[in-house]
């Protein structure tokens, strides 16, 4: 297991390396950047693609962006957002600053992109771990029991639920949970906006860990929505599969009780579905699902900041988001492949990698 998991994290350095250069390769064609967009604000013209795309339409050598401005001034924006150099230099620089984990400065917010990485990152950590965290304690029990009364009432009406929960996209049940529950025409019992209440320093412990998930409940509940769908249905068939194989008849044979066979026997194999899907569901939720969550309900998390800095094209951020991203990803994964050994011993990892 050891050798497989060093195999493994020497292989996200060159995965890293693939992903940021064709990244770097696509940003660097797209029109609208930073230097187009300051040259746009000094002209009093708003920054968009429109402005991007004229950018690069010369006319005798000048572009049409830049006629009637000072070639100096031209050239000291370049210098600022550091486009004096060719594309390749460009690279290596960054290239050279990631491997000593140093992602640059943000172009447009004054802060260091580590910095404003862990200023975001508190908001999607708390939207990831809960949402991620409730909806297996809740799908995973209820997925057992439709599988043990599978085609009974209990099964039907909450197989209806669930299909409806699952065609409801994650924003729609957040407008409905804001109009039902957060005083849009009902009820005023939840917060809408951000992950603390204004006063938040002045309560007790006890009065912050209180208004700390006061706030999450809406945001949270509409990130589930999806995903504990999912897992149900997942959970289930894996049950029902493994329940009707000899082992398990075998096992009744024997004399042993219900609960003994399904916890047992059934639990751990049917779980490796369950546990092979759990690297997919956190970066979903932490770096998929969590943008218009993060928007409706105004909490300033990793995906509004990737978001806006695409955007604005803010470099700097873009990439460093990416990296931690794809780092974060990776890691996630390998550890859903060592949780296979909790869940089933027998796994050989080291002889799935050869």
């Known amino acids: 297991m050891w050798g497989y998991s060093l195999r493994r994290l020497l292989l996200i350095v060159p995965t890293l390396l693939a992903i940021l250069l064709l990244n770097f390769v696509i940003v660097q064609a797209a029109p609208g950047g930073p230097v187009e967009q300051a040259i746009a604000r000094l002209q009093g013209i708003g920054a968009g693609g429109a402005v991007g795309a004229s950018h690069v339409e010369t006319i ?8 009637g401005l000072d070639p100096k001034l031209v050239a000291d924006i370049e210098r600022q957002y550091g486009f004096d150099k060719p594309a390749t230099e ?8 990631y491997a000593q984990l140093d992602f640059g400065k943000s172009f447009f917010r004054g802060a260091t992109v580590t910095e404003l990485i862990w200023q975001k990152l508190p908001v999607t950590l708390s939207l990831g771990l809960w949402a991620t965290l409730i909806t297996y304690l809740v799908s995973i029990p209820l997925g057992i029991r439709k599988a043990v009364h599978n085609g009974s009432a209990f099964d039907v009406w909450s197989s209806a639920a669930i299909i409806v929960g699952y065609a409801m996209p994650g924003f729609l049940f957040a407008l409905l949970l804001i109009v039902v529950f957060a005083g849009g025409t009902v009820l005023d019992w939840f917060p809408v906006r951000g992950l603390v209440s204004d006063n938040f320093a002045e309560l007790t412990l006890w009065g912050k860990v209180a208004d700390y998930f006061w706030h999450l409940v809406l945001p949270v509940s509409a990130l589930v929505i999806g995903g504990f769908a999912t897992l149900t249905i997942l959970t289930k068939n894996s049950f029902l599969n493994e329940i009707s194989r000899l082992y398990v008849v075998t096992a009744r044979a024997k004399g042993l009780s219900e609960r003994q066979v399904l916890y047992g026997h059934v639990f751990r194999n049917a779980m490796l579905l369950v546990v092979a899907g759990l690297p997919q569901a956190l970066v979903t939720v932490f770096f998929g699902g969590s943008l218009l969550i993060e928007v409706i309900f105004s909490l300033d998390g990793l995906g509004r900041l990737s978001y806006e800095a695409a955007v604005s094209r803010d470099y700097p951020v873009v990439f460093g988001s990416l990296f931690i991203f794809t780092l974060f990803g990776l ?5 859903g492949d060592l949780c296979y050994t909790l869940v089933d011993p027998r796994i050989d990892l080291t002889a799935r990698a050869t």
């Open 60 to 67: 005798g050598g000048e572009s049409r962006a830049t006629r």
């Open 90 to 97: 460009r690279l290596w620089l960054m290239l050279k600053s």
């Open 331 to 335: 890691l996630i994964k390998l550890l």
